[in-house]
């Protein structure tokens, strides 16, 4: 089967038509004219294409979802070739500059930034969300030492849509409203106490007279018999890093998050499966990645034979940290990060591995294999070079993406639930397998 695609006729010819695609089915040498709205055609407009009445009719097929658009979203613009990100129609440069999470939080989900007394409402409500049930605290008693804090997260995420039945009520605004709280706030306290588990060292609870990022590190790195006070530029530097990672249009995870809240699931257990998608070293998980690989090399000296080996590799063996689905220039983050690592680098003291960075960015900048694909560093190559200069174990890192990913999450989710063309997301297939046989029995095998 061929079918041949296009230009249209002029729109006057073609009554009613304005922007289409004319396509002719070579098979029957029908034409139909395919709407394009938006610079897209929608997929199921390709149903009317059939053979016969019988025919299904044609089906698009896009593995990995490489051109295909899933929802309409209000919520983040990218252009990838120009290294364009936006919240809401906000360059990621400005809010970055000059707000905090917590108000880029409350900008995602409600679309307008705060005004003052929303934002002390917002930030209010999210403070006094941030206390964990004592028997949450008990399941994460149950993990072994090692275990992985994704793993952790993932789990005891999944664990609070116990805890919180009321969160199946997606339907009511004001339910959904009060999980969005509960989910941004209890977060980090469900991060730093899979820290601190690990640690074998006692929980350290919320603390409502300080900020998001600093309660945040308390709760990480405070001893119970010491006082603890982060250096402001390490809260900032925290509370930056969060911002870029708030949300990224239609990635792994946010996908992950709507196509499990597509069934109508609550929001719990959708958060802990868009995390388990986060988790895997192609997406969030590469942070911790790119730290392993610059230990692996060691020395600026030994970057060339590491990028040769990548060469070699042709895909197997990866430069984590660069390289992106959609940004096909440098990625607007990653340069953000690197201006706050210097800041962070002042107080900290210089990380040797920034040496081993800044060279591998260099070399794989000019390197023609680099350049003819487009490979750039992306938001992971710089960031866990800050959380180790923090005192962040590198197991922990992709935590400290999910915290703030989770804002990004439920405003998606929320948007998919109310956006009147969504329903439960059900892809089709293209059936390779056996055609019909018959069954044969366990002796005749
Ligand atoms: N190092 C070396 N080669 C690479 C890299 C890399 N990091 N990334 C892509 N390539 C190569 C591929 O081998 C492929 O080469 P080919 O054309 O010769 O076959 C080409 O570039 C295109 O790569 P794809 O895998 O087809 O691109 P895709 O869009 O599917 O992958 C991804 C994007 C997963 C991010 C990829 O670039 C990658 O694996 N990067 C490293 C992991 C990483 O940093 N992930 C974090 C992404 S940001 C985030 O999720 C938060």
């Known amino acids: 089967m061929s079918t041949m695609v296009g230009t249209p006729p002029p729109a006057a010819s073609r009554e009613g038509i304005r922007d289409a695609l004319m396509v002719v089915d070579q098979r029957t040498g029908k034409s139909y004219d395919i709407p394009i709205s938006d610079g897209a055609i929608r997929a199921t ?48 440069e400005q809010l970055a500059g000059k707000c905090t999470y917590l108000e880029v939080a409350y900008l995602l989900l409600h ?10 409402e917002w930030v209010r409500e999210i403070t006094y969300h941030t206390m964990l049930h004592e028997s949450l605290k008990k ?12 793993g952790m997260l993932i789990a ?21 409203r009060k999980q969005a709280h509960r989910l941004i706030a209890k977060v980090p306290t469900l991060a730093a106490f899979a820290y601190r ?39 900032k530097a925290l509370d930056v890093l969060f911002i870029l990672h708030a949300d990224h249009e239609q990635n792994c995870g946010t996908h992950a998050m709507r ?11 959708a958060v802990s499966g ?41 895909g197997e063996k990866r430069l984590m940290g660069f390289g992106h689905r959609v940004y096909k220039n440098y990625d607007p983050r990653a340069r953000i990060i690197k201006q706050i ?4 680098f002042e107080v900290t003291g210089r990380n040797p591995l920034l040496d081993v960075a800044l060279e591998l960015e260099r070399i794989a900048l000019q390197d023609e294999y680099f350049v003819r694909r487009k490979l750039y560093p992306n938001v992971d190559f710089y960031s866990g070079l800050i959380y180790q200069a923090i005192g962040i174990p590198t197991a922990a890192f992709t935590v400290l993406f999910a915290i703030p990913r989770t804002a990004g999450w439920i405003a998606q989710w929320e948007e998919m639930l109310l956006d009147p063309e969504q329903k439960i997301a059900r892809p089709r297939q293209l059936y390779a397998g056996e055609p019909e046989r018959s069954f044969v029995a366990m002796e005749d095998r």
């Open 111 to 120: 679309g307008e930034l705060p005004r003052p007394s929303q934002y002390a």
């Open 45 to 92: 407009d390709l149903r009317q294409i059939k053979v016969d009445e019988e025919d299904f009719g044609l089906l698009s097929y896009d593995p990995a979802f490489m051109n295909t658009a899933s929802c309409r979203s209000r919520i983040t613009y990218i252009d990838g070739d120009k290294g364009i990100l936006r919240y809401r129609g906000y360059p990621i």
């Open 259 to 269: 196509g499990i809240g597509s069934s109508r699931t609550d929001p719990y257990s």
């Open 341 to 344: 690592a210097d800041e962070v």
């Open 139 to 150: 399941f994460m008693e149950g993990f072994n030492y090692d275990a992985h804090p994704m």
């Open 156 to 176: 005891t995420v999944a664990a609070m849509s116990t805890f919180y039945p009321d969160a199946r009520d997606i339907h009511d605004p004001s339910s959904r």
């Open 197 to 235: 588990h690990s640690l074998g060292q006692p929980y350290v609870y919320p603390d409502n007279e300080l900020s998001y990022p600093e309660n945040f590190l308390n709760m990480l790195f405070k001893f119970p018999a010491d006082s603890y006070r982060p250096h402001p530029a390490i809260v």
């Open 274 to 314: 868009a995390a388990a998608a986060l988790y895997g070293p192609l997406h969030g998980g590469a942070n911790e990645e790119v730290l392993k690989m610059l230990r692996e090399i060691g020395s600026a000296a030994r970057v060339p034979a590491f990028i040769e080996e990548v060469k070699k590799g042709k």
